[in-house]
Nanobody, 123 residues
């Protein structure tokens, strides 16, 4: 069992930056691949980025590639999402999630989810 708690969301102007954090409980954090997803009002939950258990591989949605960076610190049981050059279309609730494998760009691959943190980008 893994419990995930996101933080770091807020209101930012377009072009600004935010860093989201996701703190995990449990001793097995380092065995999970971790992902970030986002959901805007009235839309489906979309893949943003994932990072493998070791941090050796990362993958991004085309919409955030070059602007967002996912990283993890297994000693701190935390995964991060660094978001730069934010756009109004990045406005959404951002969720972190933990997976033991599968298609890591797909929500069904993730067994554990946080409660989400709101990111609002004003124009």
């Amino acid at each position: 069992q893994v419990q995930l708690v996101e933080s770091g969301g807020g209101l930012v102007q377009a072009g600004g930056s935010l860093r989201l954090s996701c703190a995990a409980s449990g001793r097995t954090f380092s065995t999970y691949a971790m992902g970030w997803f986002r959901q805007a009002p009235g839309k489906e939950r979309d893949f943003v980025a994932f990072i493998t258990w070791s941090g050796g591989s990362t993958y991004y949605a085309d919409s955030v590639k070059g602007r967002f960076t996912i990283s993890r610190d297994n000693a701190k049981n935390t995964v991060y999402l660094h978001m730069n050059s934010l756009k109004p279309e990045d406005t959404a609730v951002y969720y972190c999630a933990a997976s033991v494998g599968g298609r890591l760009y797909d929500p069904p691959a993730y067994a554990y989810w946080g409660q989400g943190t709101q990111v609002t980008v004003s124009s």
